[in-house]
């Protein structure tokens, strides 16, 4: 690894902080806005969702709504622009879609999962991707379920385990290769350190691995274009890069990895505007953004004449400690670039200001 040196150095400012008086679980940007979402648990076991607008400096409360159960996780990506539409997960595997400028009641819902839905992302909306709108949903209950808010109660997949195979903790999924009509992916990550790669089109298991810990996030460094890069985050304070351009018969896929410290990375997020730099939340209440450089030439043939991909290499660009909590969710502004909200167990939400990042 090497470090990116001199005065281009980015720099993580912390330009607002507002404390809770929940624990937050999940943080969104809504599309097209300077409103925030912050998604979470009140002490008396209920869920909570409040919206919030950047005004200069500070961070005013637009709106908080209570719900009977603590909601997870939440995502706009199955949406339209114009309706922006928040899908979100909760303790008791509902999945709900609210329309935020009437949420009292959700304009879809189903009982999704038996456990807690622990991970959400939608794709097909927001003008990114090819396809129908869909939302995937990961649960304890260790099925990841596709669905169709055009569609009632039931899945358009459902990936669960065979006959006899042990149910694992699903911890996160992500949509990914959603760059035509047909094509689409979900990856899923466990609490045992599978990886899974399910291919929508041919309803089939493409790639499996193991990374030996818990697997706390996954995402592609963009969901629309042909699979490129996978990162995956580990319970053990490592995440690795995986090159998905080319697949190895036996091999599967080249990856690097890297130890960035000795505390869970909860969450990793690309930047929208640079699908090569990413950052990461951590267990020690810190953010590390990275960089991916790309090797010479990105595949060579192994002595059998198959394809097999080569790993680049990682820079860190920057890390910041902003808590003595562990820093759970991260959401990058997708119109401002630079622009970051991220929440922890301090029961804090700060929005952050990343400068430089055009110098990169």
């Known amino acids: ?35 925030l979402l912050c998604l979470g648990s009140a002490a008396r076991g209920t869920g909570v969702l409040q919206l919030y607008e950047l005004h200069g400096a500070r961070l005013e409360l637009l709106r908080e709504i209570e719900k009977p159960k603590p909601i997870k996780c939440g995502t706009f990506g199955a949406t339209s622009l114009q309706q922006r539409y928040l899908a979100t997960g909760d303790f008791d595997g509902n999945l709900n879609i ?23 992302d939608g794709v097909g909306g927001l003008g990114i991707g090819e396809g129908a709108p869909e939302i995937v949903t990961g649960s304890r209950d260790g099925t990841v379920k596709v669905w169709d808010p055009r569609q009632n109660d039931t899945p358009v997949a459902n990936m669960e385990p065979v006959q006899g195979e042990s149910k694992r903790d699903c911890w996160t999924v992500a949509f990914g290769n959603a760059y035509n009509q047909e094509e689409r992916v979900v990856c899923a990550g466990y609490d045992n350190g599978d990886i899974k790669l399910f291919d929508l089109k041919t ?56 130890k960035a410290q000795k505390s869970t990375i909860w969450q990793v997020r690309h930047l929208p505007q640079n699908r090569d730099i990413f950052m990461t939340s951590g267990g020690s209440g810190s953010l590390h953004l990275w ?56 029961q804090t939400v700060r929005v952050l200001i990343v400068t430089k990042l055009n110098k990169i």
Not at 20 to 30: A, E
Not at 100 to 116: D, M, Q, R, T, W
């Open 203 to 258: 309803m089939s298991l493409r790639w499996e691995t193991n990374i030996k810990n818990g697997v706390c996030s996954v995402e592609f460094d963009r969901k629309d274009i042909n699979m490129n890069k996978l990162v995956a985050t580990s319970l053990e304070g490592k995440f690795h890069v995986f090159d998905m351009r080319t697949q190895h018969p036996t091999k599967g896929f080249a990856s690097v990895s890297e």
């Open 291 to 346: 960089k991916y450089e790309y090797p010479a030439q990105r595949s060579k043939k192994d002595s059998e004449g198959s394809e097999m991909g080569v790993a680049g290499s990682l820079s860190l660009l920057q890390n910041v400690t902003l808590s003595t909590q562990p820093i759970s969710s991260l959401d990058w502004s997708p119109d401002k670039k630079g622009l970051c909200v991220c929440g922890a167990f301090d």
């Open 1 to 35: 690894m090497s470090a990116a040196l001199g005065a281009e150095r980015p720099q993580v400012v912390s330009h607002v902080q507002q404390a809770l008086s929940y624990t937050v679980f999940d943080c969104k940007w809504v599309p097209r806005s300077a409103r």
């Open 98 to 120: 609210w329309n935020l400028e009437a949420p009292e009641i959700p304009v879809y819902s189903v009982k999704g999962h038996k456990e807690i839905i622990n991970s959400i």
